[in-house]
T-cell receptor, first 112, second 111 residues
Framework: KNQVEQSPQSLIILEGKNCTLQCNYTVSPFSNLRWYKQDTGRGPVSLTIMTFSENTKSNGRYTATLDADTKQSSLHITASQLSDSASYICVVSAYNNNDMRFGAGTRLTVKP | NAGVTQTPKFQVLKTGQSMTLQCAQDMNHEYMSWYRQDPGMGLRLIHYSVGAGITDQGEVPNGYNVSRSTTEDFPLRLLSAAPSQTSVYFC??????????FGNGTRLTVT
C-alpha cells in the first residue's frame, strides 16, 4: 500500500532556530512530492513541489530536499518565526497524479 | 477571486440526519475533491471529480455522495450521519499538474 510517513509528529523550537522535518514514502510509481503548510483552522497551502529529477528547492526560508533512491524528503526551515507555527504536510503523488497520499503532518510550534 | 469557498464552517448533526456540505471554486479548475481530516491521520480522499458530470470514489467513500453538475460546484452529501463521520472536511480544486487549492474546512460533529 502506498504510504507517507512523517516525523516527528510534533516539534517545539525557539524563535530564530532552524529545524528539519522528515518525510518517508513508499508511493510508486513516483511522480512528485509537495510540502503544504496548514495554519490552525485553515486549509493547507502549497509550499513547494519536488519532481524526480530535483534534489533541492528553496522557497524563502523553506528548503526542501528529495532523495528518490531512498524515498525520503526533508523540509528545512531557517531562522524560524512565530508565524511558522503550523502543521506541515507531505503529499506524494503517483504517476497518474490523481492518486495523492498525504502524511499525517508534523505540528511545529515556534516559541518566543 | 475567492478561491475555494466551503459552507458551513461548523455543523452539528444528530445520528441519522442528512446534510450537504457546499463547495464552490471560481478558478475554473476541472479537478475538485473532498477530504476528511482526523487527528493523527493524513487527509483522506472521499470523492473526486475531473470535470462536470464526472465523479469517482476515493479512499473512504462510504456514507457520502457527490455530484458535479457545474465546473464551479462540488457538494458533498451525508446520507445518514454517523458519529464516525465526525471530522473536519476539506474541499480542494486544482488545474492539471498544479498544487491543490483548499477551502478552509467544515468542522462536523455528529452526536
Amino acid at each position: 500500500k502506498n504510504q507517507v510517513e512523517q516525523s516527528p509528529q510534533s516539534l517545539i523550537i525557539l524563535e530564530g532556530k532552524n529545524c528539519t522535518l522528515q518525510c518517508n514514502y513508499t508511493v510508486s510509481p513516483f511522480s512528485n512530492l509537495r510540502w503544504y503548510k496548514q495554519d490552525t483552522g485553515r486549509g493547507p497551502v502549497s509550499l513547494t513541489i519536488m519532481t524526480f529529477s530535483e534534489n533541492t528547492k528553496s522557497n524563502g526560508r523553506y528548503t526542501a530536499t528529495l532523495d528518490a533512491d531512498t524515498k525520503q524528503s526533508s523540509l528545512h526551515i531557517t531562522a524560524s518565526q512565530l508565524s511558522d507555527s503550523a502543521s506541515y504536510i507531505c503529499v506524494v503523488s503517483a504517476y497518474n497524479n490523481n492518486d495523492m497520499r498525504f502524511g499525517a503532518g508534523t505540528r511545529l510550534t515556534v516559541k518566543p | 477571486n475567492a478561491g475555494v469557498t466551503q459552507t458551513p464552517k461548523f455543523q452539528v448533526l444528530k445520528t441519522g440526519q442528512s446534510m450537504t456540505l457546499q463547495c464552490a471554486q471560481d478558478m475554473n479548475h476541472e479537478y475538485m475533491s473532498w477530504y476528511r481530516q482526523d487527528p493523527g491521520m493524513g487527509l483522506r480522499l472521499i470523492h473526486y471529480s475531473v470535470g462536470a458530470g464526472i465523479t469517482d470514489q476515493g479512499e473512504v467513500p462510504n456514507g457520502y455522495n457527490v455530484s458535479r453538475s457545474t465546473t464551479e460546484d462540488f457538494p458533498l452529501r451525508l446520507l445518514s450521519a454517523a458519529p464516525s463521520q465526525t471530522s473536519v472536511y476539506f474541499c480542494a480544486s486544482r488545474y492539471r499538474g498544479a498544487p491543490l487549492h483548499f477551502g478552509n474546512g467544515t468542522r462536523l460533529t455528529v452526536t
